[in-house]
């Protein structure tokens, strides 16, 4: 498959076979297998920059892929803060990397 | 109501699980992750005799056994808030709101990160986070990637990614600032490193092994670092920068002197397409925070942990604690806490027949025999730090019930 | 980048410069940074800078970390909708 999955592993021995599924992250398909998590299929597949910090614009990816920062969060299915890390993926499932606050709020600090 | 809910599914949460299982009491487990096994799902090494440990093959056995028992495991679940009700507690998650007689934080640790410019960038991540990627969802977090911070943990997932096939650079230090204190110093980390000799015993002891002073280390250190499974580790090199667009394209790098001071001149990019940042565990207590537990900072066990004995009750009647929520320890110690928790909490419930105390006191020796094995030593002096907790623990109780 | 420009909190991109100068201008505790910085306010809740920050706090001379946890946690810790706190399933 690709590069970026380890299927073979010296000590914990060849994947076993699992579904291929597709999921669309911000409108584009994307293969995935059963069992990834959104995070873990959209890495495969190349992609880090899972949304832009809401006020800064800044790209972000996951960090501690366990679900403590919140980092890695996207909308599926039109539901807010979805941590990519720790939601299995499902097929045809629709991912959006989220929005940018149309204003700062940041005006008068200190 | 329900006997015993447990929050983790980790070698403390699972422990805990079996042992309360085997003695009669229902018992469910809540996760947040999408399987169990907590960090033993990433761990893998090979003990000195050469025999692979198996994180994963460890946490499926612990998983079996609890469901042969009859425990409800539920994964993808987070638990938002707990409540004391009159006898027991109240958990909310995000599926229900349970009620139970017992509860159990098993809730581990979480990364202490260090800041570097640039670590927002996609492909910076926790040690831990490219240990997960790449052990049990099975894909690399990089082809190519750097660590920044030098320790315990990230020279054995260094080990780990190498063996998924990733390129791992070099482990380096982190650049001093106000917040990197003794992580970007090579001194103090000659002195960590030392306490890993055993794990690989031909690189430290060609340098100098047990008999060199951390001072003396640091010093004679190769510019170029020494070689650990082929992996540089460069005490003497740091971390300035990451670099990238619009994901990591390098880091900028510099040689230090054996103060951590940057050499300049010496400033170099090396080009990565991934970062990991390993700034240690510290446990993860704020459910035991927003229940209501009395704390202690303990350098010692990683930060602040709810007061405890070590039966693993904390001050609040009916909730208990067991693995890294108690302190930093690798997952065997975790694993006999859990055990030791299950056991105290069947007597609190009555459900421990014959032999109560001598059982749980012999559950108790084994978290000591453990720590006392221990391969990886996170931190010098938890023995004697916990010993100094349970005392205030009892003191603390003590006084409680004079009033 | 400069060292100063270096993002703490991650969630709401509270740089260390932001940081030390709130400390530094008010002598101020963990707590006095979060509520004039909003470092660790952000969907973490503090899980990933709180450490940081009591840290910082610490080195530029305000109070040291104590057995007091300077930035409490307060439910919910973590994000969760109303439709879940009003007892809905996910």
């Known amino acids: 498959m690709n590069s970026m999955r380890v299927d073979n592993h010296p000590v914990f021995g060849s994947l076993e076979k699992r579904k291929n599924i597709t999921i669309y992250f911000d409108d584009q398909p994307y293969a995935a297998y059963e069992g990834d998590t959104i995070a873990s299929a959209l890495l495969a597949s190349g992609v880090r920059t899972l949304r832009c910090h809401e006020d800064k614009g800044t790209p972000r990816g996951i960090y501690c892929n366990i679900g403590h920062c919140f980092e890695c969060r996207v909308r599926v299915h039109g539901q807010n803060t979805v941590r990519a890390c720790l939601t299995p993926v499902e097929n045809k499932m629709r991912i959006e990397s989220g929005i940018l606050a149309t204003a700062s709020f940041k005006g008068g600090k200190l | ?403 | 980048m400069g060292d100063n420009e270096t993002v703490i909190c991650r969630c709401e991109e509270i740089t260390l410069k932001e940081i030390k100068e709130t400390i530094e201008r008010y002598q101020c505790s963990a707590r006095e940074v979060k509520l004039r910085t909003r470092a660790g306010m952000g969907p973490c809740g503090g899980r990933t800078c709180r450490c940081m920050i009591d840290r910082l706090v610490e080195q530029l001379g305000g109070p040291s970390i104590s057995n007091e946890i300077s930035l409490s946690y307060r439910p919910p810790v973590r994000p969760v909708s109303f439709g879940v706190l009003g007892g809905d399933v996910k």
């Open chain 2, 1 to 403: 109501m329900i006997d015993l809910v447990i929050i983790g599914a980790g070698p403390a949460g699972l422990g805990a699980a079996i042992s309360a299982a085997e003695n009669g009491l229902e018992v469910y487990i809540l996760d947040e992750f999408v399987k169990p096994g907590g960090r033993l799902l990433g761990q893998l090494h090979e003990e000195p005799d050469g025999k692979w440990v198996n994180g994963i093959a460890e946490a499926e056995k612990l998983y079996k056994r609890a469901i042969q028992l009859g425990v409800n495991i539920r994964c993808g679940v987070s638990v938002y808030d707990l409540m004391k009700l009159d006898q027991g507690w109240c958990v909310y998650t995000t599926d229900n709101v349970m009620e139970c007689k017992c509860l159990l934080l098993a809730t581990g640790a979480s990364e202490t990160p260090i800041p570097i410019p640039g670590w927002t960038l996609p492909g910076v991540m926790s040690i831990g986070a490219a240990q997960v990627m790449g052990n049990v969802h099975r894909v690399k977090p990089g082809k190519k990637g750097i660590i920044i911070g030098v320790n315990v943990l990230s020279a054995a997932i260094a080990r780990e990614l190498q063996l998924c096939g990733v390129h791992i650079e070099s482990i380096l230090l982190p650049q001093p600032n106000l917040l990197s204190g003794d992580a970007a110093n090579p001194e103090k980390m000659m002195e960590s490193l030392l306490r890993l000799s055993h794990l690989a015993p031909s690189a430290l002891i060609r340098f100098g092994g047990k008999w060199v002073s951390p001072k003396l280390g640091a010093r004679l250190y190769p510019k170029n670092g020494f070689k650990m499974w082929d992996i540089p580790i460069q005490l003497r090199k740091s971390a300035l920068e990451i670099l990238g667009e619009k994901q990591v394209e390098g880091v900028r790098v510099a040689e230090i002197t054996a103060n951590g001071e940057v050499v300049s001149g010496t400033e170099k990019v090396v080009s990565v397409d991934f970062v990991c940042i390993a700034g240690g565990l510290a446990p993860l207590s704020e459910l035991a925070a927003v229940a209501g537990c009395s704390f202690r900072f303990v350098p010692e066990l990683g930060g602040h942990v709810p007061l405890h004995n070590e039966y693993m009750q904390t001050n609040l009647t009916g909730l208990y604690v067991a693995g890294n929520i108690t302190g930093v320890e690798s997952a065997k110690v975790a694993r006999a806490q859990g055990t030791a928790a299950g056991l105290s909490i069947a007597r609190e419930l009555n459900a421990l027949a014959d032999h109560a105390d001598e059982k749980i006191e012999a559950a108790i020796m084994e978290v000591m025999e453990t720590r006392k094995n221990a391969l990886i030593q996170f931190q010098p002096g938890i023995e004697e730090a916990r010993k100094k907790l349970y005392s205030e623990f009892y003191e603390t109780s003590e006084k409680a019930s004079m009033i």
